[in-house]
């Protein structure tokens, strides 16, 4: 049996942002590896394929890594359509490399599917362009975490550089990040959004500065969150902040 | 009357990769203002709805976007589903802030359905993650082009700054923009990508160096491209190299 893996965006949670491609490749899949934000509707799609949970929420380690590049790699041996499914789009933030890289020194025949990443669904939850015309014509899209063996990365010059950044696994680095880009020369009252389980009914949107970050992320629950920074949510965080003003005095 | 205006996705070319939320409303759409990249196939899925073609391929001129705007605010007056139908995501590049300003001075219910865009399905076709554990782990997305009404942008600091950068609308500027990152200190050797149609099956892939890349550019036909630039392609650059000179010795 010679099969092909097939490397699917899940999208950004709801399962209605799947994209019809995806949703073809479930219905006709043999088995699917999927990851834990991965939503119960969407795997329900996979009617005729044996399911199977890699991947951990946070911090997954290189030796879980390499497990699931072998799993994939002996599925396609026995199984005709083999799906890897993985939230958001795989080619950000998903470690579809080191599966990529896998996959071809195996000789397995492999296809990726984009999907829809969070940082798009935050900012339709938002209703707030993340390039706006004559305001911000880059956008950086990502993750101050750093694995135990990677070397440091240069985040907060690449932050500091675009218009708008979006950091994605950022909510539990809240205070760090907040310190760290104000010391590298960030206005501390940069407008920052936090997205909570972007695209989904319980999702949360918090506004402030980007001095208030750390105690946006304490307001916020357990799920996964972008936080969205830059000039475009401008408007958006100060008609937040009026109207809690006026909810706070009509309270009094 | 009192319709609800959708600024829907279209994701990046292939009408398979459009969203299942994007497919049902151009079912139940009454009016559909579509751009000039939608593919025929996802139109055609708006069996019920006008179709009125919007927007131009490149530099669409403020006018006419004031003029799309007060069309969007005029059918929701008459239509109860009104969609606005854009390549890729429409929070990306899209244009999309100027028509929610529009709607919402209006007074007119909207809602933003995201979609998947250009970068995810340029680096689908690549096989490449445009993030990679130890080596990319910010990715700036941005385009190099400046209305002629609107203050200069800080683009190549932007592109400099990140791991990896895809240039959205930037095929045409090639000259230019090879230049400017080389004359602020990018790497001429920087791997480059040109991807031009991605995610359709007339889609092309040009591998080079930051040096070559008027050279791509001008190899290139008439679609929309993407450019990809970042040490994430060394590999697949280099691999495309040794199958070219394969290819010419083989010839000779």
């Known amino acids: 049996m010679n099969g092909k893996v097939y490397l699917v ?11 019809l491609r995806a949703a073809r490749l479930l219905e006709s899949a043999d088995i699917v590896f999927y990851d834990a934000l991965v939503h119960p509707q969407t795997l329900a799609l996979a009617k005729g394929a044996a399911k199977i949970a890699v991947g951990k929420r946070c911090g997954r380690h290189s030796t879980a890594q390499k497990f699931i590049n072998k799993r994939l790699v002996d599925a396609a041996a026995k199984f005709e359509v083999v799906v890897r499914l993985k939230g958001g789009d795989p080619m950000l933030f998903g470690r579809a490399q080191e599966e990529i890289d896998a996959l071809r020194v195996a000789g397995i025949e492999f296809e990726v599917v984009p999907g829809v990443t969070a940082a798009s669904a935050a900012s339709a939850d938002l209703r707030v362009s993340l390039t706006q015309r004559g305001r911000a014509r880059h956008v950086c899209f990502v993750t101050p975490r750093v694995g135990k063996d ?51 009914p319980e999702r949360r949107i918090l506004f402030g500065a980007l001095r208030d970050l750390p105690r946006l992320a304490r307001e916020t629950g357990v799920g996964p969150a972008v936080i969205v920074l830059g000039e475009v949510l401008r408007e958006a965080a100060e008609f937040d902040a009026r109207m809690a003003v006026s909810e706070l005095l009509r309270r009094a």
């Open 9 to 19: 965006g899940a999208g950004p949670g709801a399962p209605d942002l799947l994209t």
């Open 150 to 200: 990677e070397p440091d990365n240069d985040w907060p010059d690449s932050v500091n550089a675009a218009d708008t950044a979006v950091l994605y696994m950022g909510a539990g680095l809240a205070d760090s990040i907040a310190a760290t880009l104000i010391a590298r020369g960030r206005d501390a009252g940069t407008p920052v959004a936090l997205v909570e389980n972007a695209s989904l």
